[in-house]
């Protein structure tokens, strides 16, 4: 069973709110005593999921770690927040929650998403500590096409806080890819299609609207600081070729806009994987590339792993960042090894979902089933020849079942919504 995130909304009961007589209370022990500037910093080393948990000792542990001001100082609980799995139906019985990895200490933990007051809700991006939701108005079992347009709902699971943000057509929630810009951007969202894009930022009556200009629909688009980065398709239906786009979030529907980014150095690295998707990597400057590594130019050629590339923006130089064990890609290409990666290439079942941020990155695939793989992202350890970071597998979550996971990095934090 997947393990609480306890955050209630009051403590437990209050003596003084008893009918038995003062006699009968017991003494406070010393640590009730103590002021709250003291709880403060004696819960202030802790990390934020014990300092939360700690809430539900008693009412004085409540008041004193629920207040905005220490809440603000505790640091984030970076979590893997998984999607809902594709063809989910919702159980309108159950209240909604977000199911979230905690990557420390390798346990799953289910985050209450009943204070927001639709029937339901699917999780899609966050920009550090706030959640991005699609919210259904009503469970309706009507036809798509007679339902009420979705609506996109800013949260923060942790305060318990939430916005409605402006409604927008039903074209955009069934085919859109919504992005969460961090402040420094403006904390904008976005929501993009093949040809148009909104925009909304925090205070605005309404959404922006404007055209993306770009030379097919953008795969696996990121935010790394004020800029956007999208591969797109140049090349025509029978072959693929992927370039690197970007445009600074101001620059969006202006003059400027998209940009190609290319150097003569680079020579065939958009050629030599197969499905590349983009990822955001550690720190301000790095964008990781990834995608299966083809074992010849041809079109239908096999793959022979999975290999993850790193790009510095700063200097605009590709490297390896590193590659999937042999023993672990054998089982996303199944168990006969590259034959039997070669048919299921072939075979067009033997996609694997890629998805993450920050230095850290998941991998989900039909033949891997109840579980994922995870690479991280290291600089200071020495790195084996071909095999860079570190890579391990995560149990699946519970009560997902044997389904193909998806996700987004989601940082934690008590922080109000502006």
Same mark, same amino acid.
């Given at each position: ?41 004696? +819960? ?11 809430? @539900? ?70 920009? @550090? ?31 318990r806080s939430f916005r409605i943000l402006p409604p927008l057509g039903s074209a955009w929630s069934r085919h859109g890819t919504v992005l969460a810009a961090p402040a420094i951007a403006g904390s904008a969202v976005l929501v993009l299609t093949e040809l148009a894009a909104l925009s909304y930022s925090p205070g605005a009556a309404s959404w922006r609207k404007f055209s ?150 998941? +991998? ?55």
């Open positions: 069973m997947p393990l609480p995130l306890p955050i209630p909304t009051e403590g437990p009961e209050d003596p003084s709110s008893s009918s038995l007589p003062p006699a009968s209370y017991p003494p406070p022990s010393p640590i009730q005593l103590l002021p709250d500037d003291t709880l403060h910093h004696i +819960f202030s080393c802790l990390p934020l999921r014990e300092t939360l948990a700690s809430r @539900s000792v008693c009412r004085h542990f409540h008041d004193a770690l629920s207040s905005p001001s220490f809440l603000s100082l505790l640091p984030p609980l970076p979590l893997l927040a998984l999607r809902h799995p594709r063809h989910h139906h919702h159980n309108y019985h159950l209240p909604p929650s977000l199911l979230a990895f905690d990557p420390s200490s390798s346990r799953w933990l289910r985050l209450s998403l009943s204070f927001v007051p639709f029937a339901s809700l699917s999780p899609v991006t966050a920009s @550090s500590s706030l959640l991005y939701l699609w919210a259904d108005p009503s469970p309706s079992s009507s036809s798509s096409d007679s339902k009420p347009p979705k609506s996109l709902i800013l949260c923060n699971p942790l305060t993306l200009n770009l030379p097919s629909k953008p795969r696996s688009p990121v935010i790394i600081g004020a800029s956007i980065y999208a591969l797109c398709d140049t090349g025509n239906p029978w072959r693929s070729q992927w370039k690197l786009f970007s445009c600074a979030i101001d620059d969006l529907g202006g003059p400027r806009g998209w940009a190609q980014l290319e150097r003569h150095e680079w020579g065939d690295v958009f050629d030599i994987l197969k499905r590349p998707r983009l990822v955001r990597g550690a720190g301000t400057s790095r964008i990781l590339m990834i995608g299966g590594l083809r074992s010849s130019f041809a079109v239908d050629a096999p793959c022979s792993t999975v290999l993850i590339l790193r790009l510095d923006l700063g200097t605009l130089e590709w490297e390896e960042a590193g590659r999937m064990p042999p023993e672990m890609y054998r089982c996303f290409a199944g168990v006969g090894g590259q034959r039997a990666a070669a048919t299921a290439n072939a075979a067009g079942n033997n996609k694997v979902k890629v998805f993450g941020g920050e230095g850290r990155v998941w +991998f989900s695939g039909k033949r891997v089933r109840g579980k994922m793989a995870m690479w991280e992202e290291e600089e200071e350890v020495e790195k084996c020849p071909g095999v860079g970071g570190t890579w391990k597998w995560v149990d699946g979550a519970p009560g997902y079942g044997d389904v193909v996971y998806r996700g987004f990095v989601f940082d934690a934090a008590a922080n109000e919504i502006s």
